[in-house]
């Protein structure tokens, strides 16, 4: 049994209605064995993490009393979301639009969900679980808040994992961060400045007089 009484993890997403859906569309025993086998993972594994590590864009997801459903969008620097414990992950909330409505969704109803989304790497994870906002926490803050954070960080974004699964990367459009493209033209002009002084190197071992002075 796992939290919230589920008897499998993917639970939280597969109700009876969608797993009714995938044994009328054939998918159902291929999931069934998935969940057997152990099923989707409830903590921050190596490879979470690494991921994590990497990502500059992810979406939360809350839903108010009504049901509605509110997705917001929050970036920035490779390593702004971090990890808090083996189940817990943060970042650090920088002031936007003041609109609130996922502090005040959360307040409602802490029920969350992260999509993280790797363009370059053409990589996503899905993680459902719990989330709050932190209030006057000012080494919480510190510990979540990137060097290079473009903006002020006004709150602590935390999120307390349930079950997290690998998307495949289909549909992915292969976009690269601007850091990333520099890097690359950086390595490559190295690499070719590299290569000329070798070559200028074997030219002058094969006619060792030819940049003498006459």
Sequence with gaps: MTDEGFV?????????????????????????????????????????????????????VTSNPLGY??????????????????????????VGNRQF?????????PRAFLFLIDYARQQRVKIWGRARMIENDSALLARLTPEDAKGRPERAFVFDIL?????????????????????????????IAELEEALRRASQTRNPGQDRPA
């Design 101 to 109: 409505i996922t502090q005040g969704n959360l307040i409602d109803n």
């Design 8 to 60: 499998y993890s993917s639970d939280i997403a597969f109700t009876p209605t969608v797993k009714a859906l995938q044994e009328q569309r054939g998918s159902r025993a291929a999931y069934a064995r998935h969940e057997a086998a152990g099923g989707w993972q409830t903590t921050v594994t190596p490879e979470l993490a690494a991921f994590a590590a990497q990502v500059r864009t992810l979406y939360v």
């Design 163 to 191: 079950a997290w699964d690998a998307n495949c990367p289909r549909h992915i459009p292969p976009l690269l961060d601007p850091e990333d493209v520099a890097e690359a033209i950086h390595n490559r002009d190295a690499r």
């Design 69 to 94: 459903p509110y997705a917001q969008h929050r970036g920035g620097p490779k390593g702004f979301l971090r990890v808090l414990g083996p189940r817990t992950l943060g970042f650090a909330d920088l």
